[in-house]
């Protein structure tokens, strides 16, 4: 075939010395027929034809938003052709151009199939407008079956674009299917979930990717009249929370007799107690089980106990495919998170929240916070620990102001949403940075979502748990079944919040309009005379990040007005009652009563508080055999159990330094466990 693309293109140009591209694939399935075959041939031609265009400019220097643009513009190319030669491919798929040696490497996949079966790339104008460039891996899997109308159960981590697995498939076949456009008609397809909130941002999504579909969003809290007056004109997708879905059958306004295509979103909790009874009741006026015609069924969630596939198998078909990303790897949660876990009595948690979203976020970040209940959502959305601005979400709300709250987070109008687990699954909010929970939910399938609402589509983020020393069996549990590893620190220290809050202060004095400082210059010059630059302007920021009263805490136990001090020993101890000795010995009794919560760390260490820190630098001197040092950050404690010590006394003072009668710490017959139940 000759060589004449119909398309002029764009000027590009490469640095490196590029020679060659790998990566490229194609998958084919056509009909053996000589015309067809031609227009496979034609497609094959002028796409290497383009790619040996671009690899043979080398001059200058290679801009990747150029490159990318040069493929974009390859992907019109080549969807302008098929249509025009097989109107038949399923999608295209480039991964960002990478340079590796001196070679630029293009990834190119279009799978062709039947020429009269199957429809347009999907991968069209209003992706690219929304910034999709490429598709995730559970997308790419689960188009064809989708597609197909095959029976899916896929699960895949949050934050991998479960949303479009099955909204692009679905959406395709519609709009290329003849659609009625009569007034009144059923819906075809169904997407059930669990919360309000996701209902709302699922059917947002099927709008901005669809044209000429008829999308409705029924929920409780909102009216009905505007529900009705979309049943009167005819729908096409519902999206919808299982109760308000079940008042409109039991009304006599909707019919589900039609539909083709049902949407289990977060399906283990669909098919939990509580939704079990309301799906079952819905999906029964379009199931039979001696009737193969029943609807295409999909679920998908980021969660699929065993028992939710044994449930499943009533609403689907023989041979369903099972789509699984996560399998049999040990990490369940999104790999893009850290898990970092703070030991805190729960009277200090509110104070210790807001310092934690200070250092790990900071001013201008976005933090989402779960509490178990309501009422904890609520006074800790207003307590003033929290500097940023802070709402609460959580089921007694009204439905208005949780959609107002929803998108003033999303905005930006605030940075930090205190919620229930109404916010906890399949709620996509951009940039959060930090996830925090109150306390270890009662189940890991909570802590992975919750954890979820962080680090997604790729970005990184950190999620912080709260416990209770009495609570560290939970955690464990969490460890072991999520296939993550908490690791363990302090609370942020007198230190990393000023660090923090410094930066803060100064972004906030890049805000400030150039004709306000005008006003304050008099002031400033006269500051500056009076104190210096350095003491006034260190002053001001120290004022303004409101930073000038800050409490130290235990980095044991979070308690305040204490500080954590290591004392190091040459030689490795067998026993707390040791490093008592030495103690009372250097430091006198008065000293030694003010210390607590002595317990081992991994090494020849021991860790104390004491709220007589100065006092003590006074008095302690380090010898050979003893170090006392300052502890800035939380260090690895010993395992319950270790080396073979006897933690059943190493937890108060015993071994013969303290008789049984107990003290302010306890005697020798507490035990590890009680030393640190609070």
């Not at 008829?214 to 049943?231: E, R, V, W």
């Not at 009741?281 to 089980?289: D, V, W």
């Not at 305040?560 to 026993?575: D, F, K, P, R």
């Amino acid at each position: 075939l000759p060589v004449s693309p119909r398309f002029p293109l764009p000027e590009i140009t490469v640095k490196a010395d590029v020679d060659q591209c790998r990566g490229y694939t194609i998958k084919k399935r056509l009909k053996k027929k000589k015309k067809k075959k031609k227009g496979w041939c034609h497609l094959q031609y002028q796409f290497q034809y383009k790619a040996n265009v671009l690899l043979s400019q080398r001059k200058a220097d290679l801009h990747a938003d150029v490159v990318s643009r040069y493929l974009v513009f390859v992907v019109y190319s080549i969807e302008y052709r098929l249509k025009r030669i097989c109107k038949s491919f399923r999608f295209v798929h480039f991964t960002p151009p990478q340079i590796f040696g001196g070679v630029l490497i293009v990834s190119f996949e279009a799978v062709l199939f039947n020429i009269s079966a199957f429809p347009a790339i999907p991968l069209s104008m209003t992706f690219l407008a929304r910034g999709v460039s490429y598709l995730f891996d559970i997308q790419v899997k689960t188009f064809n079956p989708v597609y197909d109308e095959e029976d899916v159960i896929a699960q895949a981590r949050t934050g991998t674009g479960k949303t479009f697995s099955f909204a692009i498939p679905l959406v395709e076949k519609l709009q290329n299917d003849s659609l009625e456009l009569t007034r009144g008609r059923a819906p075809k397809v169904l997407v059930l979930a669990p919360t309000r909130e996701l209902a709302i941002q699922v059917a947002k999504d099927f709008k901005d990717i669809s044209k000429r579909v008829a999308i409705a969003c029924f929920y409780g809290g909102s009216s009905y009249n505007p529900q009705i007056d979309a049943i009167r004109n005819g729908i096409d997708i519902l999206v919808g929370t299982p109760g308000r879905v079940k008042d409109h059958i039991q009304n006599h306004k909707l019919d589900l007799t039609k539909l083709k295509h049902v949407v289990l979103d977060e399906v283990d909790q669909m098919l939990d107690m509580g939704f079990a009874e309301q799906v079952e009741e819905i999906l029964a006026l379009s199931y039979n089980r001696v009737n193969e015609n029943n609807p295409q069924t999909l679920l998908f969630s980021a969660t699929c106990p065993p028992w939710v596939y044994e449930v499943a198998k009533k609403y689907m078909r023989p041979g369903c495919k099972h789509i699984d990303l996560i399998g049999k790897k040990t990490q369940k949660a999104a790999t893009t998170v850290e898990h970092l876990a703070i030991a805190c009595h729960w009277s200090q948690r509110a104070a210790v929240i807001g310092d934690v979203i200070q250092v790990y976020s900071g001013s201008h970040g976005r933090t989402i916070v779960f509490c178990e209940t309501k009422k904890e959502a609520n006074e800790l959305s207003l307590n003033a620990s929290i500097k940023q601005s802070a709402q609460s979400l959580h089921g007694d709300i009204p439905q208005k102001q949780r959609e107002l709250t929803l998108k003033g987070f999303r905005n930006g109008s605030f940075e930090v949403l205190v919620a229930t687990n109404v916010a906890a699954r399949g709620l996509d909010i951009p940039e959060v940075d930090l996830v925090v929970q109150s306390a270890p939910p009662k189940d890991v399938e909570s802590y992975i979502h919750r954890s979820g609402r962080t680090g997604r589509a790729g970005r990184t983020g950190v999620c912080i748990c709260f416990y209770q020393r009495k609570e560290e069996d939970q955690l464990r549990y969490v460890e072991n079944k999520a296939g993550i590893t908490f690791r363990r620190v302090g609370v942020p220290t007198a230190n990393d919040i000023i660090k923090s809050s410094s930066k803060d202060a100064v972004r906030f004095l890049d805000s400030v309009p150039v004709t306000a400082i005008g006003y304050f210059r008099e002031s400033a010059e006269k500051l500056i005379e009076e104190r210096g630059a350095v003491e006034a302007l260190a002053a001001a920021l120290a004022h303004i990040s409101g930073a000038t009263n800050l409490e130290q805490r235990s980095l044991l136990n979070s308690d305040a007005g204490y500080i954590t001090m290591q004392l190091v020993c040459s030689q490795e101890m067998h026993n707390m009652g040791y490093a008592w000795k030495t103690i009372k010995e250097q430091l006198g009794e008065k000293i030694e009563n003010n210390i607590y919560r002595m317990t081992f760390l991994k090494g020849k260490t021991v860790c104390t508080n004491t709220n007589l820190f100065y006092l003590i630098l006074e008095n302690w001197k380090d010898g050979r055999r003893w170090q006392l040092t300052l502890a800035t950050e939380l260090p690895e404690l010993e395992e319950k159990g270790g080396r073979g010590r006897n933690f059943g006394r190493n937890g108060g003072r015993g071994n013969g330094f303290r008789n049984n009668s107990g003290n302010n710490r306890g005697g020798n017959k507490r035990s590890f466990n009680q030393a640190f139940d609070f």
